[in-house]
């Protein structure tokens, strides 16, 4: 257990609103990031974090915001929500020092429907 | 384009046979590569990983094959189990990112 904590874990919302979700890790761990899960895609990320205000673009990043503001807390933010952005949500962090050998340890996930 | 297949989506095995996952890669950079394990509602969780350098890697029933001149990775869960059934992901990354890039998974079911 990497102390991850993601929140809300459920949401529902309606296109065109903003949303924002939130990741939270308890032992200061450097690099974040933000997943998104669908059918037959797999994971693919969105944006990630090196450091406090130190973020980059990932794979499907369109749509997406992102802070970090302290170590602790990477938000994801939808400016105005989408159906195509009903999916799953996952935040992730490395341990040590980001290296290609470090293994990633998930959140628990955030389902998030746009109607 | 996908730099990382699972081209099953899934994979139905007997209790106590063999599971054989396969995942192949098209980048000749990546230099490690791992699996995770997925639950429903649950986040992936770490499984098994190999660099490069080796051809297997064993940690207890899994095992992880690496064949470089066919861009080829598999899986070995022996013996399988129910608790076993998940989507499985294989993952691949370089020496000089930390970012790995999945594949779209493999859903493992295996029948008592």
């Known amino acids: 257990d990497a102390g991850i904590t993601q929140s809300p874990r459920h949401k529902v919302t309606e296109t065109g609103t903003p949303v924002t979700l939130r990741c939270h890790q308890t032992e200061n761990h450097r690099y974040m990031y933000w997943y998104r899960q669908d059918p037959g895609h797999g994971l693919r990320l969105i944006h990630y974090?090196?450091?406090?205000?130190?973020?980059d673009k990932g794979e499907v990043s369109d749509g997406y915001s992102v802070s970090r503001s302290k170590t602790e807390d990477f938000l994801l933010t939808l400016e105005s929500a989408t159906s195509s952005q009903t999916s799953v949500y996952f935040c992730?962090?490395?341990?040590?020092?980001?290296?290609?050998?470090?293994?990633?340890?998930f959140g628990p996930g955030t389902r998030l429907t746009v109607l | 384009d996908q730099q990382v297949k699972q081209n099953s989506p899934s994979l139905s095995v007997q209790e106590g046979r063999i599971s054989i996952l396969n995942c192949d890669y098209t980048n000749s950079m990546f230099d490690y590569f791992l699996w995770y394990k997925k639950y429903p509602a649950e986040g992936p969780t770490f499984l098994i990983s190999i660099s490069s350098i080796k051809d297997k890697n064993e940690d207890g029933r899994f095992t992880v094959f690496l064949n470089k001149s066919a861009k080829h990775l598999s899986l070995h869960i022996v013996p399988s189990q129910p608790g076993d059934s998940a989507v499985y992901f294989c993952?691949?990354?370089?020496?000089?990112?930390?970012?790995?890039?999945f594949g779209r998974g493999t859903s493992l079911i295996v029948h008592p």
């Open positions: 974090s090196y450091g406090v205000k130190d973020t």
């Open positions: 993952a691949a990354a370089s020496g000089g990112s930390y970012i790995p890039t």
């Open positions: 992730a962090i490395t341990l040590t020092s980001g290296g290609a050998e470090d293994t990633q340890y």
